[in-house]
Structures are given as structure tokens and as C-alpha cells.
């Protein structure tokens, strides 16, 4: 008997996992349709004329009606959009105005030194800002404490360029540990063929380790930096959350139970505090992916940060609107993610979700 | 009987801006394998005494003692390590609301076994099946279900039970209720107590049932300390409590309703600054 309630219990949670799967969809799906309403409508409120982006501004006035026409904009609004609608689930973004390519190509190339960049930063800003943070709340007001606090604010507070430059005038200049600016030297370029455009996976798929190291060498002094950013982050938040954790009850429960105290940090408080660790982990990637501009200058980073902040600079709004439908989807995405990791990490959530 | 736990003098102090302030000074009793209540207002020092017994206490607190004693070990001797075995094997204690003092993301199971795990060695089988065998000693009618469940699908009354059921798994000496039954209903309580007090009779431990509900310590307790700002102002036989002679006893007493000829309205407690003296 216990065999069949069992069975059902588990058929009710296929039923009720698959209802929360169509749920959540169908909010993913609004929330892509409010973003792209957005940036159709900035596109418009934008002083900047798109027809002039396409024809440029010595065309006579007969080619201006036409392209006028061509885009749709003598229509309504709302058939506008929908235009703009179908032009992005085909994939077709329109052209940069400054680099005379398809939008979807000069982002297909941008955003995987972008998304190489910040995952490679956000696993050193979390698997060294949450054991920090662990240990300053074990050590809550004695020296581990304070030198993990003073150690993150000089991450909030140092400007990150200045970082940079120091970074590479130490590590790459006087002591040559590592590589200088860019993703890779010139010599590896075409020695690898690009698959996925991060380099590290792709070398590392194609067997050249060579190339591996260079580019390894490339990212790490970079990646360390904005590590180091969210890591000064991620450690404040871990320490609080596990202040918060570390005075339950179920602690006391824990220490009455004669559980040792790894354990108790570890398991115990730790397992509850990284229910909103979650948050901020997938928050601190969600603005690394934003691109960080200033250190993709400092290391000449063909990444999404620069190319927006180049397109927003030359008034290019096909690729601002793109670049902002991309980062908006990475939100979305990531606010996806990380749902679905609470689900995993707090039971109380499985339940009422 | 031989003592199981003797205190003489437990003083706890928490550094304060104004200076040290001391919430427990120099309480003194002796426990056998029996059940002593105490009982005092919030703030008198009674669970902060239950804490220190099991080293507990918060820091930057700190517990002094001329004696504290558990069956021959000197607690203020003990090492951490020397605690840790101590509590999950021979000392443990079942607190206010399960709604806190259970682990929110970990199994009933989970959080049972571990208390096997780090006391006993002995397989997952064997544990595992100890385990189910004390939640159906608290009354759980399907322990596995509560075995595989997390707290927060468990009503109050479970949830307390399953902690009894964590606490005496081990088959501890001596139990510290600290409030078991003070975030559950009416009904329930006299259920859980019921529970606790059978099996703290036949397994025979020494029990300390820390309350604020004098008429529901002295129906359950032998002895009764009450406590009144860090002090124990009076020590009876639960039996005896009508013959109180502290005016702070008394005066609890008094505030008790009672069904018929009761006073009305209830007297206010009176507090004399001499007591605490």
C-alpha cells in the first residue's frame, strides 16, 4: 500500500514540475515581449534618425521618402512593432551603421570575449568571496574579520582601471607572468579555428595547449581584476547572510547534537545561506556580462561593453538596441537560472512555487 | 541517589558598554536521574543556565562555576572535542519551537542520523533504522513519511516530537527541555508532555524542564527551583509548592486564575529589589 501512495506522490510531482515548467515559460515569454517593447520604444524616442543611419545624410530627399517608406515608418506604431517583431525572430537586427555588418554578426563576435571574460571572473569571485566570507563570520570582530573586510574594500573602492594599469605594468611589463593586452598573441590567431569564440574552450577542444596557455595568460590578469570586484561583493553578502544563519536555533540544535563544527558552518549554515547567495552570485554575473568597459579598454578586450559604448558614442542604434535586447536577455536568463537553483537549494520553495 | 550533575556557584557575565552584567549569580543545585522544573519570569536566567550545563553559553558570554560536574567529568575542564562527544551522546536538550530549531533545508532523516553519525559508530542501516524505531517512540504513526520529510511540512506537535526523537536517539543521561512545549497548542502540549515524560521515566535520564508555567512544572517536575533575576530564590518539592514561603513564589502563585472564587482581577506580580540582593 505504501508502494502505491508512494507512486502517486511521484506522479502528482512530475504533473506539478512540468506545470511550473509551463509557468515559468510563459513569464520568460512576457518578459522577452515588455524588453523588446522597450527597446522598440527607445528606438523611437531617440533623437536620431534611423533613415539617415541607412542612407546617410548626402542622399538626395527622393531616396529618403523611399528608405522612409521601406522601414515602415509612415505606418501606425503598433505595426511598427509588430515589423520589429518579426525582424527579430528572424534573427535580423538590422546593420551597424559604423561597422557595416550585420548586427548578429558583430555581436556573435563581441559577447564570447564578453562571456568568457566574466565566467572565468565570476568563478574567482566565488570560489574565493565565498569561503572569505565564511571565515570573516566565523571569526566575526577578530583579525580574519577585519582583514577580509579591509581586503574587499579596497576591491569596492580601487577605480579598476588604475587596477588594471597596475596590474599590467606589475605582472606583464616587470615580471612578465603573464600575457599583455588582448584575448591571444597574433602568433596563436590562426592556429585555432573558432567554434563556440571562447578561446579557452576552443583551444582546449582542439588539442593546443599552446594556444590554451597563451590565452590563459591573456585572461587571467583581466579576469582576476573583476574577479576581485565580485568578490569583494560576494564575500560582504556571504558574511552577512552567514552572521544571520550562524545565531538559528538549528545551529544550537546542531551543536547539541554533537555535530562537529566544519559541519555545522559547511553544511548547516551554509546550506541556508546560499539560498540568497544565489541572488547575488547570478547578479554579480549578470553585470560582468553587461560588459565591463573600462576593463575592456585597459586591455584592449574586444568585448560588449566596448563595442556599446562605442555604438551609444557614433549614435549607432541598431547595435544599442540589439546589445541591449542581448543583455536583457541574459538577465532574463539568469533570473531563470537562478529560480531554478533556489528550487533546488530550499525544499520550502519547491513546495509553494 | 548519586548526583548526575552537581553546580555550585554557576555565574554567567556578558560584557555590556556599562561593564560586565552579570544574568546568572551563583545558582547552586544537585540533579539525580530525576526531573527538576525551574521556573521563572523571561530574563531571570533560566535558560541561560540550561545553556551553560551544555556549554552553550552565547558568546562573548562567559560561564564560571566552583563546581560543575557530570557524572564525574569537570565541564569546566572540558575541551571542545571533550564537549562535543558529551552532547551528542550523553547530554542534549529539546528547545522552544521546532519551527526554528530544525534545520529548514535538510531532511528529518538527515538531521536524525547526524545525531548517530557523530555519537555511535555503528552502519546507515543500523541508524537508520534506530531512528524510525524512536519516531514511533514519540508516536509518529508513519515514521517514514517523517523521515523523508523536510520541517516545514510538519505541524508544530510533529515537529516537536521529531526533535524529542532527535534528542533521545542517543539515549542521553540527562535532558534539557528548555521551554518544550511553550509554541504549541493547549491540546498538544499535554500531548508531548505525555510523550516526554515517559520516556524520560523508563530510560531513566535526569531531566531539567526550564518553563515559565509554574502549575505545568509542578505537575510534571519532582523539584522545583525558582528563579528570579539570575537567582534561585526558592527550592521545593513540586508537591509542597502550596507551602512556598518566598513572596515572589507566592506571588506567582497568587497570579495563577483560578475556576471558582478566583480573585478579580489578578493581582499584580510584586517586585522587591531586595531579592535580587
Known amino acids: ?319 544599442v538596441l540589439g546589445g541591449t535586447l542581448v543583455i536583457g536577455a541574459i538577465f532574463v536568463g539568469l533570473n531563470l537560472l537562478s529560480d531554478l537553483l533556489y528550487n533546488l537549494l530550499d525544499p520550502r520553495v519547491r513546495r509553494h512555487a | 541517589m548519586s548526583a548526575l550533575l552537581t553546580v555550585d556557584d554557576l555565574r554567567i557575565t556578558f560584557p555590556t558598554r556599562q561593564g560586565p552584567s552579570e544574568v546568572v549569580r551563583g545558582v547552586t543545585f544537585t540533579l539525580g536521574r530525576e526531573r527538576l522544573g525551574i521556573v521563572g519570569e523571561s530574563g531571570s536566567g533560566k535558560s541561560q543556565t540550561g545553556r551553560a550545563i551544555l556549554g552553550l553559553t552565547p558568546a562573548p558570554g562567559k560561564a564560571t562555576a566552583k563546581v560543575l560536574d557530570f557524572d564525574g567529568t569537570d565541564l569546566r575542564a572540558a575541551t571542545p572535542a571533550m564537549w562535543r562527544k558529551l552532547r551528542g551522546t550523553r547530554m542534549s536538550m529539546v528547545m522552544q519551537d521546532p519551527k526554528f530549531s530544525l534545520n529548514p533545508v535538510m531532511t528529518i532523516g538527515k538531521q536524525l542520523l547526524e545525531a548517530l553519525k557523530f555519537g555511535a559508530g555503528e552502519t546507515r542501516a543500523e541508524a537508520t533504522a534506530r531512528a524510525l524505531a524512536m519516531l514511533e517512540a514519540v508516536q509518529i504513526r508513519d515514521p517514514e513519511r517523517v523521515f523523508r520529510a523536510y520541517p516545514h511540512e510538519l505541524s508544530g506537535g510533529m515537529g516537536q516530537r521529531a526533535m524529542i526523537a532527535m534528542m533521545l536517539v542517543t539515549e542521553p543521561d540527562l535532558l534539557i527541555a528548555d521551554e518544550p512545549t511553550s509554541a504549541l497548542d493547549v491540546t498538544v502540549q499535554v500531548e508531548v508532555l505525555r510523550i516526554l515524560d515517559r520516556l524520560v521515566r523508563e530510560r531513566g535520564m535526569g531531566l531539567i524542564f526550564i518553563s515559565h508555567d509554574l502549575r505545568l512544572v509542578s505537575s510534571f517536575c519532582d523539584r522545583v527551583l525558582v528563579m528570579y533575576a539570575g537567582r534561585v ?45
Open chain 1, 1 to 319: 500500500m505504501s508502494d502505491t501512495t508512494a507512486n502517486g506522490g511521484r506522479e502528482s510531482a512530475l504533473l506539478r514540475f512540468l506545470w511550473k515548467t509551463v509557468k515559468l515559460l510563459a513569464t520568460v515569454a512576457l518578459t522577452f515581449l515588455g524588453l523588446l517593447l522597450a527597446t522598440f520604444l527607445i528606438g523611437r524616442v531617440v533623437p536620431v534618425d534611423p533613415v539617415l543611419a541607412v542612407i546617410g545624410d548626402r542622399a538626395p530627399q527622393s531616396v529618403y521618402d523611399r528608405v522612409y517608406v521601406e522601414l515602415g515608418l509612415d505606418r501606425p506604431l503598433y505595426e511598427q512593432f509588430w515589423l520589429y517583431l518579426e525582424k527579430v525572430f528572424t534573427g535580423d537586427f538590422g546593420q551597424s551603421f559604423l561597422t557595416k555588418r550585420d548586427i548578429v554578426d558583430d555581436i556573435r563576435r563581441v559577447f564570447p570575449a564578453t562571456l568568457e571574460l566574466a565566467t572565468v571572473a565570476i568563478l574567482i569571485g566565488t570560489l574565493f568571496g565565498i569561503p572569505l566570507g565564511v571565515w570573516a563570520a566565523v571569526r566575526q570582530g577578530r583579525f580574519a574579520d577585519q582583514f577580509v573586510r579591509v581586503f574587499g574594500l579596497i576591491g569596492y573602492s580601487a577605480p579598476i582601471f588604475w587596477l588594471g594599469l597596475l596590474g599590467l605594468l606589475v605582472f606583464y611589463a616587470r615580471l612578465h607572468w603573464v600575457a599583455g593586452p588582448g584575448r591571444i598573441d597574433i602568433a596563436y590567431e590562426y592556429s585555432i579555428t573558432a567554434k563556440t569564440g571562447l578561446l579557452l574552450l576552443d583551444s582546449a577542444m582542439q588539442g593546443e595547449w599552446d594556444a590554451f596557455k597563451n590565452v590563459f595568460s591573456h585572461i587571467i590578469l583581466p579576469a582576476s581584476l573583476l574577479g576581485y570586484f565580485s568578490m569583494a561583493y560576494i564575500s560582504r553578502m556571504t558574511r552577512s547572510f552567514m552572521l544571520n544563519e550562524l545565531a538559528q536555533e538549528y545551529v544550537t540544535t546542531a551543536r547539541v547534537k554533537g555535530v562537529p563544527e566544519w559541519r555545522i558552518i559547511w553544511v548547516h549554515a551554509l546550506g541556508n545561506a546560499a539560498v540568497p547567495l544565489v541572488t547575488v552570485v547570478a547578479l554579480s554575473y549578470a553585470n560582468l556580462l553587461e560588459g565591463s568597459v573600462l576593463t575592456e579598454t585597459v586591455f584592449a578586450w574586444p568585448g560588449l561593453g566596448q563595442y556599446l559604448t562605442n555604438s551609444l558614442q557614433n549614435a549607432d542604434m541598431n547595435a
Open chain 2, 233 to 277: 530564590v526558592e527550592e521545593l518539592k513540586a508537591s509542597e509548592l502550596k507551602q512556598a514561603r518566598h513572596p515572589y513564589t507566592r506571588g506567582l502563585m497568587n497570579c495563577l486564575p483560578q475556576i471558582e472564587g478566583g480573585v478579580r482581577p489578578l493581582p499584580t506580580l510584586e517586585r522587591d529589589a531586595a531579592w535580587a540582593r
